[in-house]
Nanobody, 119 residues
Framework: QLQLVESGGGLVQPGGSLRLSCAAS????????MGWFRQAPGKEREFVAS????????VYGDSVKGRFTISRDNGGVTVYLQMNSLKPEDTAVYYC????????????WGQGTQVTVSS
C-alpha cells in the first residue's frame, strides 16, 4: 500500500510564502507523477502543479504560474510545493497526489493540509 502525508500548511499574510511537503511511503517506486491539487470551500478541486519522477518535467495551473514551484527529491519519494506571493484566493486545502506511469488519473491521495492566506 502507498501512503502520502502532507505537511507545512498554516496561516500566512498576503504576499508571504509557505512550503508544503509530501512524503510518500510504501510502494514508492511505482510513483511516476506526483502533484498538488487544492480545494476551497464551495469550489471544485483545482489542479496546482505536477512533476515527473526525475523532476525533468513540471506542469503548473494558470493561477499559480510564476508564483509556485514544485520540486522532488532525488529519491522521488518527497515532493515540495514552494508557494510565494500568496494571495487570499490561494486559501484552500492542499492535497498531494500520485499516479503510476500507466494510469491516466491520480490514484493516491494524501489527507490534505490547510493553507490560509489572510491579514
Amino acid at each position: 500500500q502507498l501512503q502520502l502525508v502532507e505537511s507545512g500548511g498554516g496561516l500566512v499574510q498576503p504576499g508571504g510564502s509557505l512550503r508544503l511537503s509530501c512524503a510518500a511511503s510504501g510502494l514508492t517506486p511505482s510513483l511516476y507523477w506526483m502533484g498538488w491539487f487544492r480545494q476551497a470551500p464551495g469550489k471544485e478541486r483545482e489542479f496546482v502543479a505536477s512533476i515527473v519522477r526525475r523532476g525533468t518535467t513540471t506542469v503548473y495551473g494558470d493561477s499559480v504560474k510564476g508564483r509556485f514551484t514544485i520540486s522532488r527529491d532525488n529519491g522521488g519519494v518527497t515532493v515540495y510545493l514552494q508557494m510565494n506571493s500568496l494571495k487570499p484566493e490561494d486559501t484552500a486545502v492542499y492535497y498531494c497526489a500520485g499516479r503510476r506511469i500507466q494510469s491516466r488519473n491520480y490514484e493516491y491521495w494524501g489527507q490534505g493540509t490547510q493553507v490560509t492566506v489572510s491579514s
